[in-house]
Every structure is written in structure tokens, then in C-alpha cells.
């Protein structure tokens, strides 16, 4: 059984870094592009970038360029969204998802919650 | 980047059908064959419902169906029943990343 597995909520202040993680079993996780999703309260569907766990090729859509970094460690089948510097703009939910032939995402992780207050 | 645009609500009763819109632009719906739905009940998981423009994955019920025209999509619902009352997202690639519309509200009425 495929799942996605990401780490816990967040809370964090203003301008301090983090790090959230999604875990995949049940697949090859190296072989299918892993993507991040971002949902602001009460807002829609964000996509903030992919990775390729195969290589850690990312790529970010243009909104999401130079805010956050994408990586990932097939090694032990996880991938990670990180930020330097939070704010409170970030405040939101997180998704990772499997990305399906490079154009759906058909497998969810159940979402990180990051809360970014002073 | 520009969100896909969707109308912001729809609305229809039970047994009806409604269509909900996705329109983007020739970089990306109108370009990639890559046209996914995703429904959203609150505090949940988004749910993939259609791929590929027109394809049901497997346990979505037929009632669900969708097309692709130009630089616009649309997922359509037959047969209301209350439990498709949720947020649907459309999501189409768009080169190197994928672009998600801005998500519609159905409320059965």
C-alpha cells in the first residue's frame, strides 16, 4: 500500500528555520517525482514545487522560487520542505503528494501544519 | 504564474448537474493533455477524481466526468447526492511545475 507520511505540526516564531519531512513506503519511492503543496487558511491549493528523489532534481514553480528549498534522500525515502527564514505568511498547511507520470498527483500525505506567530 | 481561474461557487440539487470551469491560458490547459481534479471535504485530504483531461481513477464513481477545450476545462457532476458537496480543484502542468486553479465550492442544495 502506497503511503505518504510527513512529520508533525510546527510552531514556530518569525525568522526562525524549519525543516517538515514525507515519507514514502509502499512504491519505489526513487522512481516518481514527489510534489509540495501548500494550503493557507481558508485559501486553495498552492503547488510550491517537485522533486525527482531519483536524482533530487527540483524544480519550483515561480512563485515559490528562492522562499523555499526542496530536497530529497531516497536513501531512507523521504523528501523535505525547508525555509531559512520563516514568516508569518507561511502559516499554513503542507502537503506532499506522489506525482503520477510526472502530470497528477494520486497519493497524499496527511499534511503539516506550520503556525508562524511572534 | 497565474492561478487557474474557477468560479468561486456552484450550487445545485440533488439528482441535478453542475459544471465547473477551469480556465488557464496556452502555457499550460491549453498546451498539456495534463488536466487533474481534486476534491477537498473540509479538513481533509485532497482526493484525486479525474487525470489526464478525462480519466477516472479507479473507485470514483462515473457520475464524475470531465472535458478539455481550448484553454478551458470542466468537470462535470451528474446526479448530485450530498456527499459531493466539497471544494474542487482543478490542476493542469504547466511546463516545469504544476498549476492548481483557485477552487470552487459546491454546496448541494
Known amino acids: 500500500e502506497v503511503q505518504l507520511v510527513q512529520s508533525g505540526a510546527e510552531v514556530k516564531k518569525p525568522g526562525e528555520s524549519l525543516k517538515i519531512s514525507c515519507k514514502g513506503s509502499?512504491?519505489?519511492?526513487?522512481?516518481?517525482?514527489i510534489g509540495w503543496v501548500r494550503q493557507m487558511p481558508g485559501k486553495g491549493l498552492e503547488c510550491i514545487g517537485i522533486i525527482y528523489p531519483g536524482d533530487s532534481e527540483a524544480r519550483y514553480s515561480p512563485s515559490f522560487q528562492g522562499q523555499v528549498t526542496i530536497s530529497a534522500d531516497k536513501s531512507i525515502n523521504t523528501a523535505s520542505l525547508q525555509w531559512s527564514s520563516l514568516k508569518a505568511s507561511d502559516t499554513a498547511i503542507y502537503y506532499c503528494?506522489?506525482?503520477?507520470?510526472?502530470?497528477?498527483?494520486?497519493?497524499w500525505g496527511q499534511g503539516t501544519l506550520v503556525t508562524v506567530s511572534s | 504564474q497565474s492561478a487557474l481561474t474557477q468560479p468561486r461557487s456552484v450550487s445545485g440539487s440533488p439528482g441535478q448537474s453542475v459544471t465547473i470551469s477551469c480556465t488557464g491560458s496556452s502555457s499550460d490547459v491549453g498546451v498539456y493533455n495534463y488536466v487533474s481534479w481534486y476534491q477537498q471535504h473540509p479538513g481533509k485530504t485532497p482526493k484525486l477524481m479525474i487525470y489526464?483531461?478525462?480519466k477516472r481513477p479507479s473507485g470514483v464513481p462515473d457520475r464524475f466526468s470531465a472535458s478539455k477545450s481550448d484553454n478551458t476545462a470542466s468537470l462535470t457532476i451528474s446526479g448530485l447526492q450530498a456527499e459531493d458537496e466539497a471544494d474542487y480543484y482543478c490542476c493542469s502542468h504547466a511546463g516545469n511545475y504544476l498549476v492548481f486553479g483557485g477552487g470552487t465550492k459546491l454546496t448541494v442544495l
Open positions: 489526464d483531461v478525462t
Open positions: 503528494a506522489r506525482l503520477l507520470g510526472g502530470t497528477f498527483f494520486d497519493y
Open positions: 509502499g512504491y519505489t519511492f526513487a522512481s516518481y517525482w
